[in-house]
């Protein structure tokens, strides 16, 4: 069965540095993996997705299957990525996704 | 275009009642996924309709059910509630089923609470 692991709950780090949000997965086949992310009082949304290989918003991840990670990066972090991020899987016959259980990026000033 | 609405915004239940809620897909999609979101956790896949009939499911019992009606608007019902079933009902539409690439857009989500 498919699994998503985010390590960390909470991350802190202060404006202008680099930001690394941790996602492990476990999926036997060949796996598509997203970064959606919930701002405060707002509802998710899709932030990337790796096959589309872009740059959102400054944010990078990139899947290594040999590691099976796919970390999200942005090299310096602004108050406004203050946000829950969630890494997610997509598979099976409905194209459901399985999600971790999420990290809230706090950017401090 | 309008996007996905879920009601109630919020819901209170006491245990072993049933309960349904509601939500009506972004314009112009077919596909209504339902995940359940508990407190400090990722989202969790119920089941996906996808033109009115169940596509696939995840790991709930059969108390949970589900409907999609001609305008791809749809219902979770949750039957004999637990209190394990407070929680926040996420739904989300997308344009096909079992096709890549076609992003699911969330609703805000209703927040059930079984006392």
């Known amino acids: 069965a498919q699994r998503v692991t985010q390590p960390e709950k909470l991350l802190s780090v202060f404006k202008g540095a680099p930001v690394e949000l941790k996602c492990n997965y476990s999926?036997?086949?060949?796996?598509?993996l997203f970064w959606y992310v919930q701002y405060s009082r707002q509802r998710l949304q899709l932030l990337l997705r790796?096959?589309s290989r872009e740059s959102i918003k400054g944010f990078t991840a990139d899947l290594n299957k040999g590691e099976t990670s796919f970390h999200l990066k942005k090299p310096f972090a602004q108050e406004e990525d203050s946000a829950m991020y969630y890494c997610?899987?997509?598979?099976?016959?409905?194209?459901?996704?399985?999600f971790g259980s999420g990290t809230q990026l706090t950017v401090l000033p | 275009e309008t996007g996905v609405t879920q009601s109630p915004t919020h819901l209170i239940k006491t245990r072993g009642q049933q309960v349904t809620l509601r939500c009506s897909s972004q314009?112009?999609?077919?596909?209504v996924s339902w995940y359940q979101q508990a407190l400090g956790q990722g989202p969790q896949f119920i089941f996906q309709?996808?033109?009115?009939?169940?596509?696939g499911r995840g790991n709930f019992p059969p108390r949970f059910s589900g409907l999609q009606f001609p305008n791809y608007s749809s219902e979770l019902n949750v039957n004999a509630l637990e209190l394990d079933d407070s929680a926040l009902y996420l739904c989300?539409?997308?344009?096909?089923?079992?096709?890549?690439?076609?992003?699911?857009?969330f609703g805000p989500g209703t927040r059930l609470t079984v006392l």
């Open positions: 989300a539409s997308s344009l096909a089923a079992a096709s890549g690439g076609n992003e699911q857009f």
């Open positions: 999926y036997s086949g060949s796996p598509e």
């Open positions: 790796h096959i």
């Open positions: 997610a899987l997509r598979s099976g016959s409905a194209r459901q996704l399985t």
């Open positions: 314009s112009g999609h077919n596909t």
């Open positions: 309709y996808y033109r009115e009939e169940e596509n």
